[in-house]
Nanobody, 127 residues
Framework: QGPLVESGGGSVESGGSLRLSCTYT?????MGWFRQGPGNEREEGVA????????SYADSVKGRFTISQDNAKKTLYLQMNNLKPEDTARYFC???????????????????????WGQGTQVTVLS
């Protein structure tokens, strides 16, 4: 399996938007986004995308963040709107999946189902 490479992080004012990208090779159909905030030892699940297109989101980002994928470009996206200071973190994309019921599931709250991780991109939201 090839690497996952995130980009698109940066500093933004509270209420602003950013779009993160994660390029990968070969094609992948079950992926997610996680983040690790300052002082946090463990990553927090943000969004997941199952192989059938089903999405899942943490309550803290629901309605503000959108996960999507363009397999022709081999790129996973995370559109982040109405950013808040508490969204400040290093964001990681991950690939993997738990096969169940004919679908590879990549739920945001099941990091143990992801076997390949990127190096992350920093997002800082200024208050």
């Amino acid at each position: 399996q090839g690497p996952l490479v995130e980009s698109g992080g940066g500093s933004v004012e509270s209420g602003g938007s950013l779009r993160l990208s994660c390029t990968y090779t070969p094609s992948r159909y079950c992926m997610g986004w996680f983040r690790q905030g300052p002082g946090n030892e463990r990553e927090e699940g943000v969004a997941g995308l199952d192989s059938d297109g089903t999405t899942s989101y943490a309550d803290s980002v629901k309605g503000r963040f959108t996960i999507s994928q363009d397999n022709a470009k081999k790129t996973l996206y995370l559109q982040m709107n109405n950013l808040k200071p508490e969204d400040t973190a290093r964001y990681f994309c991950a690939a993997g999946g738990f096969y169940s019921g004919g679908v590879y599931q990549c739920k945001y709250n099941r990091p143990e189902h992801f076997g390949t991780w990127g190096q992350g991109t920093q997002v800082t939201v200024l208050s």
